[in-house]
């Protein structure tokens, strides 16, 4: 059902509850507190982090990358809607998982139209230890509705793996939605792996950097796998088929933002890796 360990089990529950952390007394607890900064620690290497960048930079000149359109499939069973989405990023992880949680949501603003296509209302940080950083959020997410876009509320709680680049995430509240919960993860695309790598298939990114003499680009691949479920009257036709259109158009429009970024990135000036 997904890529966490007992993710299935949320679908057998109402989506009333918010995901349980450990004790609100743990020293590791944070008091709750409103935070819009990116956190201090980071948990991958810095130089391989400018390194892929100016790799990615240098490769925009020559050779753009082409952003394939998202792929996105929507089934419906037992009253829940699953959202399945694909997306090809031209950035290594670290940089899409940046751009995703980017506490002040600059990544989904339409410059084009002055809009903001997500914004993030408050953030609070509940719980971190090592990696793993779980937050209350309020965002809104602008919808289109017949050409004017309309801003919906989400109240939701985050649960993030900053290391291996996946989060789980479940509401609060969210309008019109009587559960709404999903999961996503970023996975390396080693680019170049037939070029510089010759007959040996890397798995892992040090083997990658070590055939490819570090000269290998790493795309990303977004997984998203969301799952939810309208309140009545919204869960049955026509509204049902409504809601779904909105959900798959406003998906779109969140993910060529996303991409529209990965583009900025890529062709500003390097950073020295020095």
């Known amino acids: 059902m997904g890529v966490f360990p007992g993710f299935g089990s949320w679908i057998n529950q109402n ?29 991958y290497d810095l130089n391989d982090a400018l390194k892929q960048s100016n790799l990615w930079h240098e490769a925009e000149k020559k050779h753009p990358w082409h952003n394939a359109s998202p792929k996105i499939k929507v089934t419906h069973e037992n009253g829940f809607y699953h959202m399945n989405i694909e997306l090809t990023v031209g950035l290594a992880p670290r940089s899409v998982y940046d751009l995703l949680f980017d506490p002040n949501g600059g990544t989904f603003y339409d410059l084009r139209k002055r809009r903001k296509l997500m914004e993030n209302k408050s953030r609070k940080v509940l719980f971190e230890k ?45 309008r019109f939605m009587k559960a709404f919960e999903g999961n996503l993860k970023v996975e390396p695309i080693f680019v170049d792996k037939e070029r510089l790598c010759k007959k040996k298939t890397p798995m892992t990114g040090e083997e990658y950097k070590k055939c490819s003499g570090g000269q290998g680009k790493i795309a990303s691949k977004l997984t998203i796998d969301q799952y939810y479920k309208p309140y009545p009257p919204f869960n049955l036709p026509p509204f049902s088929w409504f809601i779904r259109g909105m959900s798959i158009e406003t998906s779109k429009a969140l993910l060529v933002k996303l991409q529209d970024s990965s583009i900025v990135i890529r062709t500003v000036s390097p950073v020295p890796e020095d």
């Open 15 to 43: 989506s009333q509850q918010p995901l349980k952390a450990e004790s609100k007394s743990s020293k590791n607890m944070d008091s709750e507190k409103d935070d819009f900064e990116y956190p201090d620690k980071v948990y």
């Open 130 to 174: 090592g990696p793993r950083l779980m937050t209350r959020v309020e965002k809104s997410v602008a919808c289109n509705v017949f050409g004017v876009y309309i801003p919906i509320s989400m109240n939701l709680i985050i649960d993030e793996n900053r290391k291996d680049f996946t989060t789980q995430y479940k509401k609060e509240k969210v």
